[in-house]
């Protein structure tokens, strides 16, 4: 696991609310993680990182490691948010299949603590925070460096994509319901739910 700890910086005005995303880019040999602060528009990165995975035997164990992973850092940093990467249609069906399970234990994990989710397609991340839909890892991650001010290792793709899935949802939580099983208000999923009882199964 990498671990790249980053102090956070303050504003002038502390008494301006602080929101904490945890971005996740789901894996089966790598999954990557990021956490941002929000404080006044200013965004600042928290700890971003890697679960090696491919070192386990079988899928149980991978999710088993990628589940205890998240729980420790959902506990560690508290985040307010969580943000995942969509699963990319036209894979083949085993790769589909292993990615949604990987997808699945991040979501438990958030839900366990009852933490709003959403989840962005990969064009869209690369969109929000390049301008490109197209773009390159290493565009996205120059540019999520850029964003935070950060100087960031460019071997770690997963983790910068995390990042960059933290800081997307950033720029779009305003826009977009948010899944949940804590909130009530608008936006929550008991409220999507209820005005979008035709889009539920």
Request: proline share 4%.
């Amino acid at each position: 696991m990498l671990i790249h700890p980053t102090s956070s910086t303050t504003t002038p005005d502390s008494r301006l609310s602080e929101k904490v995303i945890l971005g996740v880019d789901p894996g089966t040999q790598v999954a990557g993680y990021g956490i941002i602060s929000v404080k006044g528009g200013v965004m600042t990165m928290i700890q971003y990182g890697v679960v090696q995975l491919s070192k386990y035997t079988t899928y149980q164990l991978k999710l088993q490691k990628l589940h205890e992973t998240m729980l420790r850092l959902i506990d560690e940093y508290h985040p307010d948010e969580m943000a995942i990467e969509d699963p990319f249609f036209g894979k083949n069906v085993q790769s589909m299949l292993k990615l949604g399970r990987a997808q699945g234990v991040v979501m438990a994990a958030g839900l366990s603590r009852n933490i709003p989710i959403v989840e962005y397609a990969p064009r869209r991340i690369k969109q929000s925070v390049t301008g490109n839909g197209n773009a390159s890892k290493d565009q996205v991650s120059q540019m999520v460096g850029h964003l935070l001010k950060e100087s960031l290792d460019p071997q770690f793709f997963d983790a910068t994509d995390a990042l960059a899935i933290a800081i997307c949802h950033h720029f779009h939580e305003n826009a977009l319901p948010v899944v949940s099983s804590k909130k009530t208000k608008k936006g929550a999923w008991g409220a999507f739910v209820s005005e979008n009882a035709n889009r539920v199964l």
